[in-house]
């Protein structure tokens, strides 16, 4: 029974009809016979679904807040069987993330945006949740889903992880100083892969004290396999390097081609890092956003310190913006888009209360002045006045988002560069077309 109950609470009911499992099992116990994946379904799965409600109900009774925030996600099987998966997150009584998953198979398959928005109200009522209790739902840019959020009357929260990968391959496949090293460094690694060099190509790794590999070779809708492969040639340039002189072959690069390689790696490097951030198994951006949210009503609404006073006055401002339905999602993609992506200093820890201290308390205070107090709400677009600037300055900052980040967020057309100025602001001008490509994801969300 315990074999049984292990496969079902995995989710591997089909397992208790693999030969080699059944062979196992009446190896330790001839008298057991596994159930059937039928009687799996019917008998066991049932009631471990209602373990796990009751299970994610206990937890939710301890969390810190009511307010939470949801990640959807659905897709069908073989057009028979339809699954709508729901990741909650909040945050607990020590005001640390959790989140909970909850897979419900008796989903139907036509996707229609109010056959999704059924099932999602029906979910979240198994599991003891108000619709008003949540504050953004993260999802795909699938047009169904799209009307779903509409639907609810919920705030759509852009994934990160989804538009930062769409901004790169974009970028990489439209970019021709990008594709022409891109293909260089392909060409070069499958010439060596698929010849006799390979020998000659590990010998000099060894003689520069590297490991003996392969080069490593791309996929091509993965920009991470990429950047692995522009990584692991710039990692065994000096080995390259001998390897075309021994075999008496040009040098496939110029100096200023490995110094774009070096700056295009930095590039995807950063990109990478924000990916890993926000993907569910760390930080998903329904998170992060919880995270903001209960920062401002909980820490920044709180002038306990007076010469925080102004601060926390502009911060309720700053709140009626975030929720007021027309703004909401605008003003709160851009928070994001600043915390994930474009300060490198950037804490996201910074969203719940500070566990390092007086230091910890300066750095986060120190993050909100400087970017979300300072111009981010005119950046896209809004009117953010405090009581103490309505009688002084009586207009809008003039600050926009090209001001705010500098010409991080200009086209390299704008910027006037031209495929023959030198590497590095080559790289740079790769680096802007991702920002701005990025940017104009984030602004599809409006």
């Known amino acids: 029974m315990l074999t049984t109950d292990f496969l079902a609470s995995a989710g591997w009911p089909h397992l208790t009809e693999n030969e080699a499992l059944r062979k196992l099992v009446k190896a330790l116990d001839p008298r057991y016979d596994l159930l059937s994946v039928g009687k799996v379904q019917r008998l066991l799965l049932p009631t471990l679904k209602n373990e796990i409600i009751l299970s994610i109900k206990d937890r939710l009774r301890k969390a810190a807040t009511r307010q939470m925030s949801i990640t959807l996600d659905m897709w069908s099987y073989s057009g028979k069987l339809g699954f709508l998966a729901i990741i909650i997150h909040w945050l607990t009584e020590n005001f640390e993330m959790d989140s909970a998953s909850f897979l419900d198979p008796e989903t139907t398959i036509y996707h229609g945006a109010e056959q999704i928005g059924e099932m999602v109200r029906k979910v979240l009522n198994l599991l003891g949740i108000l619709l008003e209790e949540v504050l953004a739902a993260t999802l795909d840019r699938g047009?169904?889903?799209?009307?779903?959020?509409?639907?609810?009357?919920?705030?759509?929260?852009?994934?990160?992880?989804?538009?930062?990968?769409?901004a790169v391959v974009t970028v990489l496949r439209n970019d021709p100083e990008a594709q022409r090293i891109i293909l260089t460094v392909r060409e070069t690694a499958t010439q060596i892969r698929n010849s006799q060099e390979l020998g000659v190509y590990q010998a000099q790794q060894v003689r520069f004290d590297l490991p003996a590999n392969k080069p490593v070779l791309d996929v091509g809708t993965r920009w991470s396999a990429t950047h692995a492969m522009l990584f692991d040639q710039h990692v065994h340039k000096l080995p390259l390097t001998s390897l075309h002189t021994d075999v008496g072959r040009p040098q496939p690069y110029s100096q200023a081609d490995w110094v774009f390689i070096e700056q295009f790696i930095k590039v995807l490097e950063r990109l990478a890092q924000a990916t890993n951030t926000v993907e569910k198994e760390k930080e998903p951006t329904a998170g992060l956003y919880l995270?903001?949210?209960?920062?401002?009503?909980?820490?920044?609404?709180?002038?306990?310190?007076?010469?925080?006073?102004?601060?926390?006055?502009?911060m309720k401002g700053y709140l009626t913006q975030l929720f007021e339905p027309t703004r909401s999602r605008v003003v709160l993609q851009q928070a994001l888009y600043i915390v994930a992506f474009l300060d490198p200093r950037s804490n996201l820890l910074a969203f719940s209360p500070p566990k390092q201290g007086a230091r910890g308390e300066r750095e986060v205070r120190s993050m909100f002045e400087q970017f979300y107090l300072q111009g981010l709400v005119e950046a896209q677009g809004g009117v953010f006045r405090d009581e103490s600037e309505m009688g002084r300055s009586g207009g809008l900052q003039s600050e926009t988002l090209d001001d705010f980040f500098g010409d991080e967020m200009h086209s390299p057309a704008k910027l006037g560069l031209t495929d023959t100025q030198s590497a590095d602001v080559q790289a740079d001008t790769v680096q802007g077309a991702i920002l701005k490509q990025f940017d104009e994801q984030m602004s599809a969300y409006k």
């Open 143 to 166: 047009g169904n889903v799209v009307n779903v959020v509409e639907l609810l009357g919920l705030p759509w929260v852009p994934c990160l992880a989804h538009a930062i990968h769409n």
């Open 291 to 314: 995270r903001f949210v209960n920062a401002l009503l909980s820490k920044w609404t709180d002038a306990s310190d007076p010469s925080m006073v102004s601060v926390c006055r502009r």
